[in-house]
T-cell receptor, first 109, second 114 residues
């Protein structure tokens, strides 16, 4: 059974700092997704990672995938308050997509 | 372009009733998936449909069912509602079920069971 674990589940950090969110999954997969969710809102797609070593960047966010280690990371560079949200990783296997519990990110001004 | 639209936005039901939730995908998207999101948790996969056929099913009881219509819109039906069914139900669409492109999510239907 595919399981997806994120850590940390909650992160409070200062503006301007760097940090990394980790996403581990239990079985092989050929696709990994990162989403953002603001309170009371739906999910917004950030990245789709499809191969080992894939790296994608958008603004202050960079995601990477290591399929051998079954690990993806979402790195935040020089955090700003607008990045405060809950971030989910999700892993695809067969015709299912399994989400992690999410990392609630709170960036202090 | 219109995004994924879901209706209704909010719904209040009592235990034992049934409910039908509706989803219209982005134009050109043929795959629709349904998720249940309980407060403070990640979305839980319920179903995926593609070309009107069920492609995937999560660990939900048979009280949950869905279908997809020729225009690719979809309905999620839940029978014999329980208090634990209270959640945000999200619909997501994508061009295909093969996952090389991200799913686009609707704003969800918030279902409250009294």
């Amino acid at each position: 059974e595919l399981k997806v674990e994120q850590n940390p589940l909650f992160l409070s950090m200062q503006e301007g700092k760097n940090y990394t969110i980790y996403c581990n999954y239990s079985t092989t997969s050929d696709r990994l997704y990162w989403y953002r969710q603001d309170p009371g809102k739906s999910l917004e797609s950030l990245f789709v990672l499809l191969s080992n070593g894939a790296v994608k960047q958008e603004g202050r966010l960079m995601a990477s995938l290591d399929t051998k280690a079954r690990l993806s990371t979402l790195h935040i560079t020089a955090a700003v308050h607008d990045l405060s949200a809950t971030y989910f990783c999700a892993v695809g296997r067969d015709d299912k997509i399994i989400f992690g519990k999410g990392t609630r990110l709170h960036i202090l001004p | 372009d219109a995004g994924v639209t879901q209706s209704p936005t909010h719904l209040i039901k009592t235990r034992g009733q049934h409910v039908t939730l509706r989803c219209s995908p982005i134009s050109g998207h043929k795959s629709v998936s349904w998720y249940q999101q309980v407060l403070g948790q990640g979305p839980q996969f319920i179903f995926q449909y593609y070309e009107k056929e069920e492609r995937g099913r999560g660990n939900f009881p048979d009280r949950f069912s869905a279908r997809q219509f020729p225009n690719y819109s979809s309905e999620l039906n839940v029978n014999a509602l329980l208090l634990g069914d209270s959640a945000l139900y999200l619909c997501a669409s994508s061009p295909s079920p093969y996952g090389t492109q991200p799913q686009h999510f609707g704003d969800g239907t918030r279902l409250s069971i009294l």
